[in-house]
Protein backbone atom coordinates (compact mmCIF):
# COMPACT_ATOMS: atom_id res chain seq x y z
CA UNK A 1 0.00 0.00 0.00
CA UNK A 2 2.95 2.97 0.86
CA UNK A 3 4.63 1.78 -2.26
CA UNK A 4 1.98 2.36 -4.17
CA UNK A 5 1.70 5.91 -2.60
CA UNK A 6 5.23 6.26 -3.25
CA UNK A 7 5.11 5.23 -6.74
CA UNK A 8 1.69 7.65 -7.32
CA UNK A 9 3.25 10.58 -5.21
CA UNK A 10 6.52 9.93 -7.47
CA UNK A 11 4.04 10.23 -10.79
CA UNK A 12 2.50 13.46 -9.83
CA UNK A 13 5.90 15.12 -9.28
CA UNK A 14 7.06 14.68 -12.25
CA UNK A 15 4.09 15.84 -14.17
CA UNK A 16 4.30 19.13 -12.23
CA UNK A 17 7.88 19.42 -12.47
CA UNK A 18 7.58 18.81 -16.11
CA UNK A 19 5.14 21.09 -16.84
CA UNK A 20 7.02 23.34 -14.94
CA UNK A 21 10.01 22.70 -17.06
CA UNK A 22 7.85 23.62 -20.65
CA UNK A 23 6.52 26.90 -18.27
CA UNK A 24 9.92 27.81 -17.81
CA UNK A 25 10.94 27.69 -21.41
CA UNK A 26 7.39 28.96 -22.56
CA UNK A 27 7.94 32.33 -20.55
CA UNK A 28 11.57 32.68 -22.14
CA UNK A 29 9.57 33.31 -25.13
CA UNK A 30 6.47 35.13 -24.43
CA UNK A 31 8.42 37.55 -22.38
CA UNK A 32 9.68 40.71 -23.53
CA UNK A 33 13.12 41.43 -22.23
CA UNK A 34 16.17 39.97 -20.57
CA UNK A 35 14.86 41.41 -16.93
CA UNK A 36 11.52 39.48 -17.17
CA UNK A 37 12.65 36.39 -18.61
CA UNK A 38 14.93 36.17 -15.83
CA UNK A 39 11.51 35.34 -13.80
CA UNK A 40 10.94 32.38 -15.90
CA UNK A 41 14.24 30.96 -16.20
CA UNK A 42 15.16 31.16 -12.90
CA UNK A 43 12.03 30.35 -10.68
CA UNK A 44 10.12 28.38 -12.67
CA UNK A 45 13.52 26.32 -14.23
CA UNK A 46 14.58 25.64 -10.79
CA UNK A 47 11.05 24.99 -9.43
CA UNK A 48 10.61 22.17 -12.38
CA UNK A 49 14.27 20.44 -12.18
CA UNK A 50 13.63 20.56 -7.90
CA UNK A 51 10.64 18.69 -8.49
CA UNK A 52 11.86 16.36 -10.84
CA UNK A 53 14.94 15.62 -8.10
CA UNK A 54 12.12 15.56 -5.33
CA UNK A 55 9.99 13.00 -7.59
CA UNK A 56 14.08 10.52 -7.63
CA UNK A 57 14.17 10.84 -4.04
CA UNK A 58 10.54 9.58 -3.46
CA UNK A 59 10.77 6.96 -5.84
CA UNK A 60 14.22 5.80 -4.92
CA UNK A 61 13.92 5.58 -1.02
CA UNK A 62 17.11 4.63 -0.25
CA UNK A 63 19.15 7.05 2.24
CA UNK A 64 21.97 7.62 -0.76
CA UNK A 65 19.56 8.67 -3.36
CA UNK A 66 17.28 10.54 -0.79
CA UNK A 67 20.71 12.60 0.30
CA UNK A 68 21.84 13.35 -2.69
CA UNK A 69 18.91 14.71 -4.44
CA UNK A 70 18.41 16.92 -1.35
CA UNK A 71 22.09 17.93 -1.86
CA UNK A 72 21.32 18.59 -5.48
CA UNK A 73 17.97 20.53 -4.70
CA UNK A 74 19.18 22.58 -2.10
CA UNK A 75 22.60 23.40 -3.88
CA UNK A 76 20.50 24.77 -6.68
CA UNK A 77 18.01 26.44 -4.72
CA UNK A 78 20.55 28.23 -3.61
CA UNK A 79 22.95 29.33 -6.91
CA UNK A 80 20.19 30.10 -8.93
CA UNK A 81 19.06 33.08 -7.17
CA UNK A 82 22.59 34.25 -7.56
CA UNK A 83 23.24 33.76 -10.93
CA UNK A 84 19.94 35.33 -12.01
CA UNK A 85 21.21 38.32 -9.95
CA UNK A 86 24.48 38.32 -11.01
CA UNK A 87 23.10 38.13 -14.79
CA UNK A 88 20.55 40.95 -14.48
CA UNK A 89 23.06 43.28 -12.75
CA UNK A 90 25.56 42.92 -15.16
CA UNK A 91 22.77 43.58 -18.13
CA UNK A 92 21.64 46.44 -16.07
CA UNK A 93 25.22 48.05 -15.56
CA UNK A 94 26.18 47.40 -19.34
CA UNK A 95 22.65 49.04 -20.15
CA UNK A 96 20.33 46.80 -21.72
CA UNK A 97 17.02 48.79 -22.04
CA UNK A 98 14.23 47.79 -20.06
CA UNK A 99 11.03 46.77 -22.30
CA UNK A 100 8.60 49.65 -23.49
CA UNK A 101 5.92 48.40 -21.55
CA UNK A 102 8.28 48.93 -18.41
CA UNK A 103 6.35 51.33 -15.68
CA UNK A 104 8.84 51.65 -13.37
CA UNK A 105 13.09 51.82 -13.31
CA UNK A 106 14.04 52.10 -9.35
CA UNK A 107 18.08 51.45 -10.50
CA UNK A 108 17.94 54.78 -12.41
CA UNK A 109 19.54 57.44 -11.50
CA UNK B 1 -4.56 1.50 -13.98
CA UNK B 2 -2.67 0.69 -11.13
CA UNK B 3 0.44 2.85 -9.83
CA UNK B 4 2.97 1.81 -11.51
CA UNK B 5 1.39 2.20 -15.13
CA UNK B 6 0.50 5.51 -13.66
CA UNK B 7 3.96 6.23 -13.07
CA UNK B 8 5.52 5.00 -16.36
CA UNK B 9 2.51 7.02 -18.21
CA UNK B 10 4.02 10.13 -16.08
CA UNK B 11 7.08 9.52 -17.18
CA UNK B 12 6.64 9.36 -21.14
CA UNK B 13 4.66 12.34 -20.72
CA UNK B 14 7.41 14.22 -18.95
CA UNK B 15 10.16 12.88 -21.46
CA UNK B 16 7.94 14.95 -24.16
CA UNK B 17 7.61 18.15 -22.23
CA UNK B 18 10.85 18.54 -21.50
CA UNK B 19 12.14 17.61 -24.75
CA UNK B 20 9.93 20.59 -26.05
CA UNK B 21 11.48 22.28 -23.42
CA UNK B 22 14.92 21.60 -24.64
CA UNK B 23 13.83 22.53 -28.53
CA UNK B 24 12.14 25.76 -27.51
CA UNK B 25 14.80 26.87 -24.84
CA UNK B 26 17.65 26.34 -28.13
CA UNK B 27 15.99 28.33 -30.14
CA UNK B 28 15.86 31.13 -27.40
CA UNK B 29 19.94 30.75 -27.56
CA UNK B 30 19.67 30.83 -31.68
CA UNK B 31 17.39 33.64 -31.63
CA UNK B 32 19.09 36.15 -28.98
CA UNK B 33 18.79 38.86 -29.77
CA UNK B 34 21.09 39.49 -26.49
CA UNK B 35 23.51 38.36 -25.33
CA UNK B 36 22.27 38.15 -21.74
CA UNK B 37 19.37 35.79 -22.89
CA UNK B 38 21.41 33.44 -24.86
CA UNK B 39 22.90 33.67 -21.37
CA UNK B 40 19.99 32.98 -19.48
CA UNK B 41 19.11 30.37 -22.25
CA UNK B 42 22.17 28.43 -21.57
CA UNK B 43 20.86 28.72 -17.96
CA UNK B 44 17.83 26.84 -18.33
CA UNK B 45 19.39 24.79 -20.57
CA UNK B 46 21.16 23.30 -17.75
CA UNK B 47 18.53 23.18 -15.93
CA UNK B 48 15.99 21.07 -18.06
CA UNK B 49 19.13 18.85 -18.45
CA UNK B 50 18.91 18.51 -14.62
CA UNK B 51 15.12 17.59 -14.65
CA UNK B 52 15.74 15.19 -17.58
CA UNK B 53 18.72 12.99 -15.78
CA UNK B 54 16.14 13.17 -12.72
CA UNK B 55 13.19 11.97 -15.07
CA UNK B 56 15.62 9.24 -16.51
CA UNK B 57 16.96 7.99 -13.38
CA UNK B 58 13.28 6.87 -12.48
CA UNK B 59 13.01 5.41 -15.63
CA UNK B 60 16.16 3.55 -15.53
CA UNK B 61 16.38 2.80 -12.05
CA UNK B 62 20.12 4.28 -12.34
CA UNK B 63 20.37 6.48 -9.34
CA UNK B 64 23.93 6.70 -10.35
CA UNK B 65 23.47 9.98 -12.60
CA UNK B 66 22.18 12.14 -9.81
CA UNK B 67 25.93 13.11 -9.46
CA UNK B 68 25.97 13.89 -12.74
CA UNK B 69 23.38 16.37 -12.09
CA UNK B 70 24.72 17.72 -8.96
CA UNK B 71 28.28 17.98 -10.96
CA UNK B 72 25.89 19.76 -14.25
CA UNK B 73 24.42 22.20 -11.95
CA UNK B 74 28.01 22.98 -10.42
CA UNK B 75 29.22 23.98 -14.16
CA UNK B 76 26.17 25.43 -15.20
CA UNK B 77 26.40 27.59 -12.04
CA UNK B 78 30.16 28.53 -12.86
CA UNK B 79 29.60 29.48 -16.29
CA UNK B 80 26.94 31.79 -15.68
CA UNK B 81 29.06 33.77 -13.09
CA UNK B 82 31.66 33.60 -15.57
CA UNK B 83 29.12 35.42 -18.91
CA UNK B 84 28.03 37.46 -16.24
CA UNK B 85 31.44 39.06 -15.45
CA UNK B 86 32.42 38.62 -19.34
CA UNK B 87 29.32 40.87 -19.81
CA UNK B 88 30.28 43.32 -17.59
CA UNK B 89 33.87 43.49 -18.39
CA UNK B 90 33.57 43.80 -22.20
CA UNK B 91 31.21 46.97 -21.10
CA UNK B 92 29.52 47.39 -24.66
CA UNK B 93 26.39 45.78 -26.25
CA UNK B 94 26.12 44.16 -29.38
CA UNK B 95 25.62 47.05 -31.55
CA UNK B 96 28.77 48.91 -30.14
CA UNK B 97 27.51 51.03 -27.95
CA UNK B 98 29.51 51.50 -24.70
CA UNK B 99 28.37 50.75 -21.48
CA UNK B 100 26.93 54.10 -20.31
CA UNK B 101 24.65 55.69 -17.53
CA UNK B 102 24.12 52.98 -14.72
CA UNK B 103 27.72 52.82 -14.01
CA UNK B 104 28.84 54.14 -10.88
CA UNK B 105 32.66 56.56 -10.76
CA UNK B 106 34.02 53.85 -8.86
CA UNK B 107 32.93 50.71 -11.53
CA UNK B 108 34.31 53.38 -14.33
CA UNK B 109 37.34 54.20 -12.66
CA UNK B 110 38.03 50.30 -12.50
CA UNK B 111 37.24 49.66 -15.75
CA UNK B 112 39.54 52.24 -17.47
CA UNK B 113 42.19 51.16 -15.14
CA UNK B 114 42.04 47.38 -17.05
CA UNK B 115 41.77 47.29 -20.63
CA UNK B 116 38.12 47.14 -21.19
CA UNK B 117 38.61 50.82 -21.81
CA UNK B 118 40.00 49.86 -25.25
CA UNK B 119 36.54 48.83 -26.15
CA UNK B 120 35.51 52.30 -25.72
CA UNK B 121 36.68 54.42 -28.47
CA UNK B 122 38.13 57.78 -26.72
CA UNK B 123 35.97 59.82 -29.55
CA UNK B 124 33.02 58.97 -28.04
CA UNK B 125 31.41 62.31 -26.95
CA UNK B 126 31.49 62.30 -22.96
CA UNK B 127 28.23 62.88 -22.12
CA UNK B 128 26.43 59.64 -23.18
CA UNK B 129 22.81 59.07 -23.41
CA UNK B 130 20.65 58.10 -20.00
CA UNK B 131 19.55 54.71 -19.73
CA UNK B 132 16.50 55.57 -20.53
CA UNK B 133 17.02 57.12 -23.99
CA UNK B 134 17.95 53.31 -25.35
CA UNK B 135 14.35 52.55 -24.54
CA UNK B 136 13.80 52.01 -28.61
CA UNK B 137 17.55 50.48 -28.96
Redesign the interface.
Known amino acids: ML???A??V???L??I???F??F???G??RLPD?YT??HS??KA??L??GL??I??AV??GDTS?VL??A??VI??LL??P???H??A??????????T?ESVR?E??? | MDAQAFLDWSVQIALVLLSISFLMTIGRVIVGPTLPDRVLALDLLVAAAIGFIAVLGIKTGFTLYIDIAIALGLVGFLATVAFARFILSRGMREDGTPACEPLTAEQSAKLSATNASSLVSPAEPVAMPKMGDHADA
Open positions: EQVLIAALVLGAFGLAAILWIRMASGTGSLLALHATRAAGFFTAISALLKAAYAVGYPLGDMKK
